[in-house]
């Protein structure tokens, strides 16, 4: 993600080309087209997705307008993907974040419950020794009022 913030993008022609990006090539693209225009032209057939069969009736001059308009809705769109996939990650380390944060305070939450378990544990020996102390006092006690009487 840090690579896809730190993108450098620079104007040509009116369109914003994406440069020192790994596996992108429409910079590539755009040049080898250059370099085809300029020793004769716009091959004879295009790919039908790109322009439309009406295309091809038309001139070199205006596919290439068609072309660049397609490319900065492309640029756009991958402006778009590019925004949204930050958000995506700024979105994605807040919830990492929140989950060390959970996961830290349910380790807290867990050493506290330990603690009070053993706290219980050693006060339920202390009331039963308490109540073995009573009951042999109270033994005593009737024991004695039998010796008074």
Same mark, same amino acid.
């Given at each position: 993600?840090?690579?896809?913030?730190?993108?450098?993008?620079? @104007?040509?022609?009116?369109?914003?080309? &994406?440069?020192?990006?790994?596996?992108?090539?429409?910079?590539?693209?755009? !040049?080898?087209?250059?370099?085809?225009?300029?020793?004769?032209?716009?091959?004879?057939?295009?790919?039908?997705? +790109? +322009?439309?069969?009406?295309?091809?009736?038309?001139?070199?001059?205006? *596919?290439?307008?068609? &072309?660049?308009?397609?490319?900065?809705?492309?640029?756009?769109?991958?402006? !778009?993907?590019?925004?949204?996939?930050?958000?995506?990650?700024?979105?994605?380390?807040?919830? %990492? @974040?929140?989950?060390?944060?959970?996961?830290?305070?349910?380790?807290?939450? *867990?050493?506290? +419950?330990?603690?009070?378990?053993?706290?219980?544990?050693?006060? %339920?020996?202390?009331?039963?020794?308490?109540?073995?102390? !009573?009951?042999?006092?109270?033994?005593?006690? +009737? !024991?004695?009022?039998?010796?008074?009487?």
């Amino acid at each position: 993600s840090s690579k896809i913030r730190n993108l450098d993008v620079q @104007s040509a022609d009116d369109v914003a080309v &994406l440069e020192d990006c790994i596996d992108f090539s429409l910079a590539k693209t755009i !040049s080898k087209t250059e370099e085809k225009l300029e020793r004769g032209g716009l091959p004879d057939r295009l790919d039908d997705d +790109i +322009i439309p069969n009406a295309g091809n009736e038309i001139g070199a001059e205006p *596919q290439i307008r068609f &072309l660049k308009a397609k490319l900065r809705a492309m640029q756009e769109e991958l402006d !778009s993907v590019l925004c949204e996939c930050r958000k995506k990650d700024d979105e994605n380390q807040s919830l %990492k @974040s929140r989950l060390k944060d959970t996961e830290e305070e349910n380790t807290r939450l *867990q050493r506290t +419950i330990n603690m009070q378990h053993s706290q219980t544990e050693k006060y %339920k020996m202390l009331s039963q020794e308490a109540k073995k102390k !009573s009951e042999g006092l109270q033994q005593e006690v +009737i !024991s004695l009022e039998k010796v008074l009487q």
